[in-house]
């Protein structure tokens, strides 16, 4: 009888131990990978939009289309920023940008929205375009140009 106990008890540890686990797992997965994955994907549908619509923002004539992703992914960005662990270290870990940068480069997709859309075809604009596109390229730790330098 006293085996059967022994047995059932170690039945049961293994069970509540394998729960437990797998629990603290999802928890990680859940509260820490996704939003910081999320975060990367934003980083990455920004660079994608910049690169791939460069011409038209370099030249002041962008799409009310891209003008409108523009703005969309600044907002995008900083929520998922926001979602995301406030931790430094974990955040250096995993590979994506620390808050204060996010809110930044936010700022300055937020920043170039408004001087495309307030501004198109002024040719008078062209200094703050670049300055905006280098403090995202900076903030982010992104290349958004095809140059090599």
């Known amino acids: 009888m006293q085996q059967l106990w022994t047995s059932l008890g170690t039945g049961v540890f293994t069970v509540l131990t394998g729960f437990s686990i797998f629990t603290l797992g999802q928890l990680a997965v859940k509260m820490v990978l996704e939003p910081i994955l999320e975060l990367k ?3 990455g549908l920004t660079v994608h939009l ?3 619509n460069q011409a038209s923002i370099y030249n002041n004539s962008a ?3 891209t003008l409108a992703a523009l703005g969309s992914l600044s907002a995008n960005l900083l929520s998922a920023s926001q979602s995301a662990p406030k931790s430094v270290t974990l955040r250096l870990l995993l590979g994506a940008p620390l808050s204060p940068d996010v809110l ?3 700022r300055s997709l937020n920043g170039l ?3 495309l859309s307030e501004h198109q075809g002024d040719e008078m604009v062209y200094k703050q375009i670049q300055e905006h596109i280098n ?3 900076i903030e ?3 290349k958004l140009t095809f140059s090599e330098n």
């Open 41 to 43: 994907r934003n980083i």
């Open 50 to 52: 910049i690169l791939l």
């Open 63 to 65: 799409s009310p289309e």
């Open 104 to 106: 930044e480069a936010s």
């Open 113 to 115: 929205y408004h001087t």
């Open 135 to 137: 403090s995202i390229e």
């Open 140 to 142: 982010l730790g992104v």
